[in-house]
């Protein structure tokens, strides 16, 4: 949630935090600021709602001289969306400047504390507080001053500080909220995410919980919460800037649902090597998958329901008990986990706070973690006992396409690896065949349903749509209806099929919208008599169904299509139209797809 730069070198640093801070649009906010430091001091400059007002107010960075400064996007916790509640916050004595992202929380006593000290509020946020602190523990040295800071602080931050008395330099601190240093040529970075950075260096530096930085144009430097320094090896970005770019595309999502067969197959192909799978990156010995009596699967959101659909495969090649939860009610409910578990941790940016308390908690109760996640060097990544990585590449709009179907599609490749290594799978060579046709799939499902955006115009104005299925059908369901209300703000929800009789029904009315899934021959008669009932009492339905399935053509009112694919593996290609349908009806809603109301790329707090 919200995102935070800074920047320090020989040019002038406001385009740059201005440009950085646009990047990062899509992590979701409501008001932006940027502080910049020259030989007069720092000069601060906030306003509420979104950058391109901040950019007018400051002639895209011109009106603000200086070769360093910081920069924030913020979503309102503590305190309304308004330019006083707006980050970076200064010190009363103008000496400090900070940006925030995260919640403290022992601010209550600690401002009460300092008010008593006779420290002046401007803003009723929670990083308020900090910024005070650090006047009041700075005596002639910045580093001791974050350190003593860092010390009284309780919660989740990502803090960048400049200090008009140490003209060129920047800080940067983190705990438990994302942080990634970017190392230049005569200049230097810190940012949220990467994608802030890779316009002007590839090179990153990922800091760890209790870590500070200290940067200048021609240094990076990295202490501990003593003040020892730590030895940071940089990395190297493997996507360039294009990547995050909409080439082309009016919508970063509609272009991340095009990139989906080469995110897919970016994800499958490498990993398969002579008709089986490998996963190189899985140090997991054959005594300890043989000791595996429960799989546990967590995330949230998208990457919660990607867990559902992963789920079947998983149990019916395995014959391993698999229960999907959700983060947030995991890390509460005392679980049921031993060092027979393997938890599997999903999520995009690996920085998800409800995900990794999941993760931590069931590690306390000797679960191994094997972690899916898309960012290297994320926090979830480095938790975990496993890794593996989807290779989606950037995903920028906060509606996740790509990062949902490759998350699937490496769950399915571990159902397959797995059950071949326990011995309970005999030849898989007919799987894995079918795991490489899903890129394909994936393609062929986009373009054999040209008419999504007249289908759009038929049902954007209803009030709310109703997503059913069956077993796998349900799990995509489930997606299909989130993206709906997410991007859209139709009140979408996914029922089980079966389940209509048990109360759902008594609100299908005249003209209601259904969407109903119906890609699994095996149930196939059993959700179509779920279709004959909302029919009866005058739903309007839009079927999703494999192409050349005939049986379905006089119950449906209109059609989506896919091609023909195994049911245990199908999410991947189900999912497709229904993110199509949605950015359509969003669309022609007027919405602000890329950046829905009230959601963040990255939940980076409870």
Partial sequence: MCGIVGYTGSQQAAPILLDGLKKLEYRGYDS???????????????????????????????????????????????????????????????????????????????REELTADGYCFESETDTEVIVHLIEKYYSGDVRQALIKTANRLRG??????????????????????????????????????????????????????????????????????????????????????????????????????????GAVKATIAPRIKDGRIRFDELDISDEELAGINKIMITACGSAYYAGCAGRS?????????????????????????????????????????????????????????????????????????????????????????????????????????????????????????????????????????????????????????????RNTDYAVALEGALKMKEISYLHAEAYAAGELKHGTIALIDEHQPVVALCCNPSIMEKTMSNIIEVKSRGAEVLALTFQGNQKILPAADDLLFIPEVDPLFSAVVEIVPLQLLAYYVAKENGCDIDKPKNLAKSVTVE
């Fill in 313 to 469: 495969a998983i149990e019916r090649l395995c014959r391993i008990p698999v229960e999907v939860q959700l983060a947030s009610e995991l890390r509460y409910s005392d679980p049921l986990i031993d060092g027979h578990t393997l938890l599997i941790v999903i999520s995009q940016s690996g920085e998800t706070a409800d995900t990794i308390a999941a993760l931590k908690e069931c590690r306390s109760r000797g679960a191994k973690v094997l972690a899916v996640v898309n960012v290297v060097g994320s926090s979830v990544a480095k938790l975990a006992d496993y890794t593996v990585y989807t290779w989606a590449g950037p995903e920028i709009a906060v509606a996740t396409t790509k990062g949902y179907t490759t998350q699937a599609a490496v769950l399915y490749m571990l159902a397959v690896y797995f059950a071949e290594r326990l011995g309970r799978l005999g030849e898989s060579g007919g799987l894995t065949e079918e795991l490489l046709s899903l890129p394909r799939l994936v393609q062929q499902a986009i373009d054999m349903n040209p008419a999504i955006p007249s289908l759009a115009k038929k049902y954007h104005a209803s009030s709310s749509v109703f997503f059913i299925g």
């Fill in 32 to 110: 932006a600021g940027i502080a910049v430091m020259d030989d007069r001091g720092i000069s601060v400059s906030k306003v509420r709602g979104r950058i391109a007002n901040l950019c007018e107010k400051t002639d895209s960075g011109r009106s603000v001289p200086g070769v360093t400064g910081i920069g924030h996007t913020r979503w309102a916790t503590h305190g309304a969306p308004t330019e006083e509640n707006a980050h970076p916050h200064i010190s009363n004595d103008g000496r400090f400047a900070v940006v925030h992202n995260g919640i403290i929380e022992n601010y209550i006593p600690l």
């Fill in 156 to 261: 989740s931050y990502a803090l960048g500080v400049i200090c008009a008395g140490e003209p060129g330099k920047i800080y940067a601190v983190r705990e438990a909220s994302p942080l990634i240093l970017g190392a230049g040529s005569g200049e230097n970075f810190f940012a949220s995410d990467v994608t802030a950075l890779v316009a002007h260096t590839r090179n990153v530096i990922y800091l760890e919980d209790g870590e500070f930085a200290e940067l200048t144009c021609d240094s990076v430097n990295v202490f501990d919460c003593l003040g020892h320094a730590v030895e940071k090896k940089a990395s190297r970005v493997m996507w360039d800037v294009q990547a995050a770019e909409k080439g082309g595309y009016e919508h970063f999502m509609l272009k991340e649902i095009m990139e989906q067969p």
